[in-house]
């Protein structure tokens, strides 16, 4: 577990330390999302976790739609594509 410091400024706004933002892939204009969980608050880049929620909630479909590799997804996309 590692700890860093950031004070809140007269306006409720903090600076992430530049170690934390390089481990979150944070640049300026990205958002953050806050949770709280049992009293305690953590933040991550809304982006990954958006990412992240969609990787999981597609996990396994293209097995149960019949696609046993990637090669074969990734052609009958690129036929799909060509039909549009």
């Given at each position: 577990m590692s700890m860093e410091v950031?004070?809140?400024?007269?306006?409720?706004?903090?600076?992430?330390?530049v170690s934390v933002r390089n481990r979150l892939k944070l640049k300026t204009g990205d958002k953050i999302v806050i949770l709280e969980e049992n009293g305690r608050f953590y933040f991550e880049n809304s982006a990954m976790l958006a990412f992240k929620?969609?990787?999981?909630?597609?996990?396994?479909?293209?097995?149960?739609?019949g696609f046993?590799?990637?090669?074969?997804?990734?052609?009958?996309?690129?036929?799909?594509r060509k039909e549009v």
């Open positions: 950031a004070k809140i400024s007269s306006k409720g706004q903090i600076t992430i330390p929620r969609a990787e999981d909630a597609f996990e396994g479909e293209a097995q149960k739609a046993e590799t990637e090669e074969e997804m990734q052609e009958y996309m690129k036929k799909i």
